[in-house]
């Protein structure tokens, strides 16, 4: 008999996070579905099951020290063991979003509801969990991440993103970006594989209705990192197979 894996797919009920858990599902994981509203979690998790799939709907905040302690005791008891951890949820503040490049105006609390959600949640969820990652044979962290958190392409005038400098969005990418090089060196003497992932533009509340790709689309390369065999790449950037630059 087979064990199943088990993955950890956070900011799920919608978008690339949704997709992630179907694509996940269809792969034979047992997925988790973290949602930070329970009866949006149940729905989005009732959606996949639908589907045949093999999905289980979570309350988690990432902001909240106690849904994570919650969710960190329930994968402990019942599955003893967390093989992917998909760090997916983030926030895109609307007045950060609005101005093409808000870093001399944004407000002191749209910067700290970002890394709240898309830096320091992720931190403390990943730090939570990492005992039971440590305890598959073949852990994956997959940081979902953004091409806007690029410091090189972002000094680079021809690399087009002039008009894309949401200051606190972008920032906290960086910052994740650096927790993915700094983990995935802490555990280079391990099975655990620790990545960053730029989906790509995709059409979803955060992307808007203008990105080329769809959730489909856009939940690839997550899903690619998190299956990642042993001879995979730990502590680097990719979009679609791609090394993208820091
Ligand atoms: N779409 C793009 O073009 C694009 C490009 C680059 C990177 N990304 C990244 O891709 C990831 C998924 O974004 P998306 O495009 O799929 O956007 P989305 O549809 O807006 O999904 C964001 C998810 O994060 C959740 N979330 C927000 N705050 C949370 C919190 N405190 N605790 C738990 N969950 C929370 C949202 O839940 P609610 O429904 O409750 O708000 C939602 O489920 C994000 O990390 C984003 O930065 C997206």
């Not at 979690?41 to 996949?48: F, R, T």
């Not at 983030?90 to 830096?119: G, K, Q, W, Y």
Request: charged share 25%; net charge neutral.
């Amino acid at each position: 008999m087979t064990v199943k894996k088990i993955a950890l797919v956070t900011g799920a009920n919608k978008g690339i996070g949704f997709e992630t858990c179907r694509q996940l599902a269809r792969l034979d994981f047992t997925v988790l579905l973290g949602c930070r509203d329970r009866d949006r979690g149940v729905a989005a998790a009732e959606k996949l099951r639908a589907e045949g799939l093999d999905v289980e709907p979570v309350r988690l905040d990432v902001t909240d020290s106690k849904d994570i302690g919650r969710v960190r005791d329930k994968v402990e008891s019942e599955h003893g063991r967390l093989d992917v951890l998909i760090n997916n949820a983030a926030l895109s503040h609307p007045e950060d979003s609005a101005n093409p490049n808000s870093c001399a105006t944004v407000s002191m609390e749209a910067l700290r509801a970002t890394f709240a959600v898309n830096f320091f949640g992720l931190v403390e969820l990943t730090q939570a969990l990492l005992p039971l990652i440590r305890k598959s044979s073949a852990g994956r962290i997959v940081n979902i991440s953004s091409i806007l958190g690029s410091l090189t392409l972002h000094s680079d005038p021809k690399a087009g993103l002039d008009q894309f400098r949401p200051f606190a969005y972008d920032a906290s990418k960086t910052a994740v970006n650096m927790f993915t090089v700094h983990l995935a060196a802490l555990l280079k003497d391990t099975p655990v594989k620790v990545n960053s992932a730029h989906p790509g533009w995709v059409r979803t509340d955060i992307g808007g209705p203008d990105a080329p790709l769809d959730p489909v689309e856009g939940a690839r390369t997550g899903v690619t990192l998190a299956t990642l065999d042993e001879h995979g790449p730990t502590g680097g950037f990719f979009h679609m197979g791609k090394t993208m630059p820091w």
